[in-house]
């Protein structure tokens, strides 16, 4: 007999980790055995009341470890005797991304420091608009909507733009794409990643009030807190 806790309502921040954790609970407390069939997608989404994309998020990141696999026309089963914890599984991968993140970091650095003290004498007034829409959603939305969106890209490139250099803004494109393709955002807790969008608003501030000098070193303390997350 599974347990009523078991299946109760999932309200948390990162809807598919609190899936897997929910899975775990049952396969730790032997409600679940391996080679034994989970209930249906539409049982599990009445239960736990989240969507279909987010139970399938799920079951699908533990597919991709073999924990669990899916039989086409007869559902999930159960693979593995232990389902690890997310939250432990992504530090890990950011500790093991670390090199190549301060790597990045540090060439970013260098190029943005630059295009936000050119942003600051050069920004248009729609492109210092479009600079606090992401400070202004960050504001309004939970932290896991926030995390969902690429806020930080989109930060990053309006200054890129209005730097007014076609060569910096080629970098920080390049840049940016390398570190997301790292999976930097998927590997915070959606509280930790919408506190360093927050960090921002500093170098909003100084390009809106055009303040060059001020907007490099905002840059410089932004990149120095995400140094932080990888323990440098």
Not at 53 to 75: C, D, K, T
Request: charged share 25%.
């Amino acid at each position: 007999m599974m347990s009523d806790f078991a299946f109760n309502p999932i309200r948390t921040s990162r809807l598919s980790e609190e899936v897997i954790r929910r899975i775990a609970q049952l396969v730790e407390t032997g409600q679940l055995a391996v080679d034994e069939r989970f209930p249906s997608e539409r049982a599990l989404q009445q239960q736990w009341q989240v969507s279909r994309p987010v139970l399938r998020e799920a079951f699908r990141a533990l597919e991709v470890q073999g924990y669990i696999e899916s039989r086409p026309g007869g559902g999930r089963y159960l693979r593995a005797s232990w389902i690890p914890d997310p939250a432990q599984q992504r530090r890990r991968r950011l500790v093991a991304n670390r090199e190549n993140l301060l790597q990045i970091w540090d060439a970013r650095e260098g190029v943005e420091t630059k295009a936000a003290e050119l942003a600051a004498m050069r920004a248009t007034a729609s492109e210092i608009s479009a600079l606090e829409q992401p400070l202004k959603l960050l504001a309004s939305l939970p932290p896991a909507e926030a995390a969902r969106l690429d806020l930080n890209r989109d930060f990053h490139l309006v200054i890129a733009r209005a730097a007014r250099n076609s060569l910096i803004e080629e970098m920080v494109i390049g840049l940016v794409a390398r570190c997301n393709e790292l999976g930097f955002r998927e590997l915070l807790d959606v509280e930790d990643f919408a506190n360093l969008l927050k960090i921002h608003q500093p170098i909003f501030d100084a390009i809106a009030g055009r303040d060059p000098l001020g907007a490099r070193a905002a840059m410089i303390a932004h990149f120095n807190e995400l140094r932080k997350t990888v323990g440098s």
